[in-house]
């Protein structure tokens, strides 16, 4: 994409006009355009091969895989009236790359959102979007007997182009974004609930709505210019194994919440045939997921709003922190809005990133010596392809990169370290799955050898207070009253859509330094 100047002005423009609230204490506010829009706001993006009980007994043929990105970050959960959505002037896509050449267009699944008023008899001007109590009795159904008290409500459709063939998934059903997690005054039996927003159909599961944020990080620890909680912040053997425990740091995200579109598909859908095994193709993909914003708004008679194209693309991801840690601050605008498939124009940035300099002046270690080629392989190449000197050649993308042929492997014997520092060959950088500790991983990549010999990290190597943590009942999502969705001890979901349920907001909580449970605030 070009038109990186009318991104950022119709960014400017339409910054307001997102049907979630605000929110300005989140985090993943990794440019400042996008930090005012936090409905177009592309925090994390996940592709894996599904590890639920149903994929991992499927032959290797015949595996899934599942595609995540979050928006809206940083939702506290208590923050109503309006609480949280997405935006029906946005155009949220997965786009993947199925032949190793770096343009992530061959399959693209694009996501539209469209929000309805549903006001109840007598109560019209009710000033609360969700009612329950004795007013409704409490949401407990989408649409239907139940639904009365989702006065406010998003549906939203589910689009395949491929070869230039536009498919409609999921038939005629009516998708309908689970609500924010209130209370049980108002979304009571809230797990139900939200399984009936589980829709399926030819081998293809979809989810949209607010689940626990996963990425687990010390913020404030981090952008206080690497003042971690431990000098310097290395971790014991002890303690870089055990992902059940948080050595020294404080969580910036617990009790958190994120809006999430969660799509689950045949491996064989995505492949170079679409319709063979993996092995039969390209079995490496690479994913990135984006926000567009609509050019043009038609208001109609009735009070709406029409968008249509040209979209304007505000946002993009594939790996974790790079826009937030390797891109430099002037040029982050332009990168959100620019294709991945151009990003040697950004290539100075991973050859001498600012972000080892301050490593090494802050932490201490030596880092690797500049141009930093290694970077550049690891996140703009496939396998195989190579540099061409200190630059870094064609194809030069950034995307996040799965090799489908990896098997997936169970929640509960996932390493939050990944292939890099484990035997669990399933995490990032080979796709990325939500507990995946990104933040160590960067850490010791960016900072090199030295980096891995200590065991460097921020401290915090779990997501302990995920609801339904511990867990271990084996049901189906939603089978029993008030279940809770499977997830392990330290916070991985076992089931589709892989988030955990997102916290409530009634009795939400924030686990921080020097709480009960917590760390000091060192």
Not at 131 to 151: N, Q, R, S, V, W
Not at 500 to 505: E, I, L
Request: proline content about 8%.
């Amino acid at each position: 994409m070009r038109p990186q100047k009318l991104a950022l002005a119709l960014l400017l423009g339409v910054a307001g006009m997102s049907f979630a609230a605000p929110t300005w204490a989140a985090s993943h506010r990794e440019a400042p355009l996008i930090a005012l829009d936090p409905a177009a706001d592309n925090t994390d993006v996940y592709f894996f091969v599904s590890y639920d009980a149903a994929n991992l007994a499927r032959p290797a043929a015949q595996r899934r895989a599942t595609l995540i990105a979050n928006f809206v970050p940083g939702q506290d959960p208590a923050d109503g009236p309006n609480y949280f959505g997405f935006d029906d002037n946005v155009l949220y896509r997965f786009h993947i790359d199925n032949n190793a050449d770096g343009r992530a267009e061959d399959v693209v699944f694009e996501i539209r959102f469209k929000t309805e008023s549903r006001p109840i008899a007598g109560l019209e001007g009710a000033p609360l979007p969700f009612l329950g109590g004795a007013l409704t009795g409490g949401i407990t159904a989408l649409d239907g007997p139940g639904a009365a008290g989702l006065t406010r409500r998003q549906t939203y459709s589910v689009t395949m182009v491929k070869r230039g063939v536009r498919t409609p998934l999921f038939g005629n059903q009516e998708l309908v974004v689970v609500p924010s997690n209130i209370g049980f005054s108002t979304t009571p039996n809230y797990e139900q609930l939200a399984a009936q927003g589980l829709y399926s159909d030819a081998g293809m599961r979809v989810f949209a709505g607010p689940r626990a944020e996963t990425f687990y990080i010390d913020l404030g620890a981090v952008f206080d210019t690497l003042n971690l909680r431990r000098t310097p912040p290395a971790l014991t053997p002890a303690e870089d194994a055990n992902d059940f425990a948080d050595p020294f740091g404080s969580n910036r995200f617990s009790g958190f919440n994120v809006q999430t579109i969660a799509l689950e598909v045949p491996i064989a859908l995505l492949t170079g045939d679409g319709k063979g095994p993996a092995t039969t193709a390209q079995p490496v993909l690479g994913v990135y997921a984006s926000s567009a914003r609509a050019r043009t708004r038609v208001l109609q008679k009735d009070g709406t709003a029409t968008y249509s194209p040209p979209w304007i693309q505000v946002s993009r991801m594939a790996n974790p922190l790079v826009n937030e840690l390797i891109i430099g601050t002037p040029a982050k605008d332009r990168w959100n809005a620019t294709d991945p498939a151009d990003e040697a124009l950004f290539q100075d940035f991973y050859k001498a990133p600012v972000i080892a300099a301050a490593l090494q002046a802050l932490v201490g270690p030596m880092v690797p010596a500049t141009p930093r080629t290694d970077l550049m392989s690891a996140l703009l190449k496939y396998p195989g392809q190579t540099v061409k000197g200190d630059a870094c050649g064609n194809p030069c993308s950034e995307l996040l990169r799965l090799d489908t042929r990896v098997a997936p492997t169970p929640a509960s014997l996932q390493n939050r370290l990944g292939m890099l520092f484990s035997a669990d060959k399933a995490g990032w950088p080979n796709g990325r799955r939500p507990n995946d500790d990104v933040t160590d991983i960067a850490l010791r990549v960016v900072g090199g050898a030295n980096y891995i010999g200590v065991r460097a990290g921020d401290g915090v190597n779990r997501l302990g207070d995920a609801p339904g943590a511990g867990t271990a009942d084996g049901l189906a999502y939603g089978v029993d009253v008030g279940a809770r969705l499977d997830v392990t001890a330290n916070g991985i979901a076992a089931e589709f859509p892989f988030l955990p349920t997102p916290h409530d907001g009634r009795d939400r909580r924030h686990v921080d330094c020097d709480e009960l449970g917590a760390n000091l605030c060192n």
